[in-house]
């Protein structure tokens, strides 16, 4: 794997909504001011946004990292959250333990885990209940 070419850091406001999507719609700008190809640009856009939004609904915020490589896009997402109980059963489409007032909102549908999955070309989910959780995310520059 090559050095980043570039290595950006977002902080993720956990306390605000209207926020949320911030930081993937930065990295979209920045890919697409790289000349990224439009696939790889959607795929990274749509995993940040999901991991985003769950760090507001389910971690009171975190951080993001992001390593853009000739080869990839990285995404490092840290909270310092309640973690994740059952990871397998929080990757099943649908499943979700959002609140009623953030459903209320639009959010929480249970998509956000498996949209990431499916939109990532690799993922690895590190949660440790009660200290909180780091989502991994990989997509490849094709």
Do not use: W
């Amino acid at each position: 794997m090559s050095e980043p070419l570039m290595v950006l850091h977002y902080d993720v406001d956990g306390t605000d909504f209207t926020v949320a999507g911030e930081a993937s719609g930065a990295v979209k700008k920045v890919l697409k001011q790289l000349g990224v190809g439009a696939e790889v640009i959607r795929k990274v856009a749509i995993a940040m946004y999901e991991c985003e939004i769950n760090m507001v609904i389910h971690a009171h915020g975190g951080t993001i990292d992001v390593e853009i490589r000739p080869e990839s896009v990285r995404m490092i997402h840290k909270d310092v959250g309640p973690g994740i109980p059952d990871v397998e059963k929080a990757m099943q489409a649908g499943f979700s333990t959002a609140s009623q007032q953030v459903r209320e909102l639009g959010f929480g549908a249970g998509m956000g885990l498996p949209n990431m999955k499916k939109y990532t070309d690799e993922m690895k989910i590190t949660t440790e209940l009660g200290k909180g959780t780091i989502v991994d995310m990989t997509v490849y520059m094709k």
